[in-house]
Nanobody, 129 residues
Framework: QVELVESGGGWVQPGGSLRLSCAAS????????MGWFRQAPGKEREFVSV??????????HYADSVKGRFAISRDKDKKTVYLQMNTLKPENEANYYC????????????????????WGQGTQVTVTY
């Protein structure tokens, strides 16, 4: 049973930066899809960014709203995925959830949260003055 532990959330002023981390327990996956969704109050959970990998190949994917400001990376030895969030905006405020599937999902399914087998508890990101 894989467990995901998120960290790095907190408060930041608009324009600031935060880095989220998500560490996975259990065996190292030779392939998979891992990344972030978020849910703001009163809204549905939405896709933010993931990294897919298989063997030595990997690819990153972003929601249009965060392209150019957020960067996802993976440390395979630490079984950890990071989300560097820059130029944060008030509309980025949400509870950020880490998600993992032990397969390399096809691109058209990345946004479907039902495709992910494992979820973290979430880490709150607050963007305000």
């Amino acid at each position: 049973q894989v467990e995901l532990v998120e960290s790095g959330g907190g408060w930041v002023q608009p324009g600031g930066s935060l880095r989220l981390s998500c560490a996975a327990s259990g065996r190292t996956l030779s392939s998979g899809t891992m990344g972030w969704f978020r849910q703001a109050p009163g809204k549905e959970r939405e896709f933010v960014s993931v990294v897919r990998w298989s063997g030595g190949n990997s690819a990153t994917h972003y929601a249009d709203s965060v392209k150019g400001r957020f960067a996802i990376s993976r440390d395979k030895d630490k079984k950890t995925v990071y989300l560097q969030m820059n130029t944060l905006k008030p509309e980025n405020e949400a509870n950020y959830y880490c998600a993992l599937d032990d397969t390399k999902l096809i691109v058209s399914k990345l946004w479907d949260e039902e495709k992910y087998d494992c979820w973290g508890q979430g880490t709150q990101v607050t963007v305000t003055y």
